[in-house]
């Protein structure tokens, strides 16, 4: 089932993400890799911004957590973790393609860039990746996040019918 996560569940949405971030343990820069990978503080932070956490649970078990934040004209997709046990099952796709059918608008996700297995994920799922330019404009733009992540990252764009101001590669951009 998929359903919003309630604030009881702060703790669990917590576990999640640093669970499913062992994934990236030997695989970022190990200067972006702390122990937890996310702070409580961090993940309320997180929360108070305005990402929104979408849960996918089985018998009564929270699997995995996808946030979503609406920022100016698009949606962002953030923190999709599912638990370590429980990858590549279909969790994930599930619970993308439900915050997908939400949203109107484009909608862009930030990655890391040696996360070769997220960035197939999000390909899969019809997203593709923004040029190295379009990628630091956008993460100053739409994100809160160090220099040093912008070095890092990737950004995949689904921009179906929306337009964002000043994109350079977007298909859909009529130069209005
Ligand atoms: C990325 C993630 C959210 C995808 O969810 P999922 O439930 O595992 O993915 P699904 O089972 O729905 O889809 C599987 C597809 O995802 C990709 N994938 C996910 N994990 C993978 C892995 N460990 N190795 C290889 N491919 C992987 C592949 O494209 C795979 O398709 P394939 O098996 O046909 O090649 C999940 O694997 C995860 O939490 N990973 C660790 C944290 C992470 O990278 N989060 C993304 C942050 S933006």
């Known amino acids: 089932m998929i359903r919003p996560c309630e604030e009881r569940e702060f703790e669990q949405i917590w576990e999640i993400v ?5 994934a990236y343990r030997g695989v970022i820069p190990a200067d972006r890799c702390a122990e937890p990978y996310m702070s409580e503080d961090e993940l309320h932070g997180q929360i ?8 996918y649970e089985e018998g009564s ?3 995995a957590v996808m946030g979503m934040q609406r920022v100016k004209d698009a949606t962002l997709i953030r923190h999709a973790y599912v638990r370590s046990g429980e990858q590549q099952r279909g969790i994930g796709s599930h ?20 996360a070769a297995w997220a960035i197939r994920f999000y390909e899969r799922h019809g997203f593709t990746r923004v040029s190295q330019q379009e990628k630091d404009r956008l993460l100053r733009t739409y994100w809160s996040v160090p220099e040093r992540q912008i070095e890092t990252s990737v950004v995949l764009a ?19």
């Open 18 to 22: 640093n669970d499913g971030a062992q």
């Open 95 to 114: 619970l993308l393609t439900h915050l997908r059918s939400m949203t109107s608008g484009p909608v862009l996700i930030g990655t890391w860039e040696a």
């Open 158 to 176: 689904d921009w179906r019918d929306g337009r964002i101001d000043g994109r350079s590669d977007n298909p859909n951009f009529s130069g209005a």
């Open 61 to 63: 078990r929270l699997l």
């Open 48 to 55: 108070e911004e305005g990402v929104v956490f979408w849960g």
